[in-house]
């Protein structure tokens, strides 16, 4: 059985781009690497992380700036590019296309937020404090996994 991301939709084989390749897009990239959706990074440079995972087959990058047309065929974006102007650009098509985004450098223009994940074999868990205090879910995130990590925890 798949492991589900924490909007609780099936990803595995599901088309996911990811525009930029900076340090915000590379965290968000490895955790959705665990959900079994395919990766597409756009963004013309990335982060050393970046180029080794696209270097190991794991993800596509697309070594190119957006342009329209790139998000059509996907069933999630990420706009996380250092541009609120082309995060925007992204975020316009995703609406007209009914592409549900997250857009990093504004959570008014996300349909879903991105959260902190505490993941032990089937158990996933997904942390957000309304994408307003990212210091406080990611202190919750933490304290679950330490959970998860417990001898004796809950379901064993």
């Known amino acids: 059985m798949s492991r589900y991301f924490p909007l609780f939709v099936n990803l ?9 390749a900076g340090d915000v897009a590379a965290r968000r990239i490895l955790a959705l690497l665990e959900f079994g959706c395919e990766l597409s990074v756009i963004a013309p440079e990335a982060v050393p992380r970046v ?5 190991e087959g794991r993800l596509v990058w697309e070594k190119s700036p957006y342009r329209p047309g790139m998000v059509k065929e996907a069933a999630l974006v990420l706009a996380a590019t ?18 549900p985004v997250n857009v990093s450098s504004d959570r008014r223009l996300c349909d879903f937020y991105f959260p902190g994940l505490a993941v032990k074999e089937d158990v996933v868990a997904g942390v957000t404090a309304g994408g307003r205090d990212h210091k406080l879910a990611r202190k919750v995130t933490e304290r679950i996994r330490e959970v998860l990590q417990e001898d004796g925890c809950l379901w064993k």
């Open 12 to 20: 595995e084989g599901k088309k996911v781009c990811i525009f930029g």
């Open 82 to 99: 250092d541009s609120r102007t082309v995060n925007e650009e992204i975020w316009r098509e995703c609406r007209e296309l009914k592409i």
């Open 51 to 55: 180029e080794n995972l696209a270097g």
